[in-house]
């Protein structure tokens, strides 16, 4: 079944909607498909965009969704993939490197992502001293990576701060994605709470996952408690190779 409304003589001309038994809905206009809704009430945009933003306006180019508030302000749209702990989760009292959420995420090829993440890990037992690092693993193979990441120790709860040299890094900018410790991110004690905050842009050469990961330079003692409430999230902001201008950038 197919009707078309104000349509020209031709039937590539006006709006034109169509449905078919399976359930899918599409809207095109003057013979370019738009939104198309299928079985369950899906939502689906098209892989195209318009040649000028107009405010009001979903696009989507097969890789990252915007939106246009107003203007010509075309923006990314942050369909973001999220995984936040429940409930804290117990790590090992050992060296190398470890999973600080438990999962990884899968990223696609040639895909420019933003991401910010915030862990909290605390342990009770265990006076060897040692560093801690961190850092990213998984299978996908990176053109590139950079963020900034902050951190605080204490040896008294995560709402408090230790005070002396080296127990707070305001700013740590990383360009790599092997675990890294930043100077004086270390300790003796048998508590201990550490806290960080990264945020930054990863560029993926090849797909695969991409796993949040902490390293312990000597074993403590005692095994690390990441603590619920720590999260990482991640969305695609453009493709690979090239400056990202999303907007009215001149």
């Known amino acids: 079944m197919a009707s078309i409304i104000n349509a020209s003589t031709t039937s590539t ?26 079985s369950g009430g899906k939502v689906v945009l098209p892989s195209t965009m318009l040649s000028t933003a107009s405010a009001g306006q979903f696009e989507y180019d097969g890789r990252v969704p915007y939106f246009t508030p107003q203007d010509t302000q075309r923006g990314v749209v942050p369909g973001m993939q999220l995984y936040v702990l429940g409930n804290a989760v117990t790590g090992l009292n ?7 959420l438990g999962v990884g995420v899968t990223l696609s090829s040639n895909t420019v992502y933003a991401f910010e993440g915030v862990y909290a890990l605390s342990k009770t037992a265990g006076t060897t001293n040692h560093s801690v690092a961190y850092g990213f693993g998984g299978t996908a193979t990176l053109n590139s990576i950079s963020y900034i990441r902050t951190w605080g120790w204490s040896s008294s709860g995560f709402a408090t701060w230790t005070s002396g040299i080296g127990n707070l890094c305001p700013y740590f900018f990383v360009q790599t994605a092997a675990t890294t410790a930043g100077t004086g991110e270390s300790t003796n004690t048998a508590t201990a709470y550490w806290t960080t905050h990264l945020k930054g842009i990863v ?23 990441k603590a619920a409430g720590s999260y990482f999230q991640i969305y695609p902001i453009g493709e690979s190779g090239s400056n990202i201008s999303v907007g009215t950038w001149a």
């Open 13 to 38: 001309s006006g709006l034109v909607y169509s449905a078919d038994a399976s359930g899918v809905l599409q809207l095109q206009s003057n013979g370019v498909t738009g939104v198309s809704i299928q």
């Open 94 to 100: 050992a060296t190398g490197a470890q999973n600080i």
């Open 203 to 225: 560029s993926i050469n090849a797909g695969g996952t991409f796993i949040p990961q902490y390293s312990l330079s000597a074993a403590p003692g005692g095994a690390y408690t």
